[in-house]
C-alpha cells in the first residue's frame, strides 16, 4: 500500500505499508514547495517499485 494525500495547505500524509512484512509508515507532512513534493513523490515510487 502507498498513498500520498496533499491539501492546498501544504499539508500532506504519507502511507506506507507492506502487508507481508506488516511494515508500515504513517507520516505529515508539510509541503513548502516543487522540491517538496518531489521528495514525497519519489519515496512514494521508491517504496511501490521495491517493496
Known amino acids: 500500500m ?8 501544504g499539508e500532506a500524509q504519507l502511507l506506507l505499508g507492506d502487508a507481508r512484512s506488516g511494515e508500515a509508515t504513517d507520516e505529515a ?3 513548502t514547495d516543487a522540491d517538496a513534493l ?3 513523490v519519489g519515496r512514494l515510487r521508491k517504496w511501490m517499485f521495491t517493496s
Do not use: K
Open 29 to 31: 507532512l508539510r509541503l
Open 2 to 9: 502507498a498513498e500520498l494525500t496533499a491539501w492546498e495547505s
Open 38 to 40: 518531489a521528495h514525497a
